[in-house]
Nanobody, 110 residues
Framework: QVQVQESGGGPVQAGGSLRLSCVVS???????GRWYRQAPGKEREFVSG???????EYADFVKGRFIISQDSAKNIMYLQMNSLTPDDTATYYC?????WGQGTQVTVSP
């Protein structure tokens, strides 16, 4: 059974950085994936994606600040988040192999 698990969230001050990880278990063929986020009272929104060929895409509000990558050998997808602002506060979810993780909370203080 394929399972997806995010990690790496936590509290951080504005201007700081965090690196989120998304691990897939139960499947050895799961390249690519997407990150989404959902802030309280708001809809879930797309943040970034990467495909099997490492082609990346980003939402406009994270371009130049966030970097998505993957280690296919380890089945891990990353989201390096830099220059964080309070507006980035949200629960971050990854989706891979048509499965969603439970999310990891990111809280950015002023």
């Amino acid at each position: 059974q394929v399972q997806v698990q995010e990690s790496g969230g936590g509290p951080v001050q504005a201007g700081g950085s965090l690196r989120l990880s998304c691990v897939v278990s139960g499947s050895s063929f799961c390249n690519g994936g997407r990150w989404y986020r959902q802030a309280p009272g708001k809809e879930r929104e797309f943040v970034s994606g990467i495909d099997y060929a490492d082609k990346t895409e980003y939402a406009d509000f994270v371009k130049g600040r966030f970097i998505i990558s993957q280690d296919s050998a380890k089945n891990i997808m990353y989201l390096q988040m830099n220059s964080l602002t309070p507006d980035d506060t949200a629960t971050y979810y990854c989706t891979r192999c048509a499965k969603w993780g439970q999310g990891t909370q990111v809280t950015v203080s002023p």
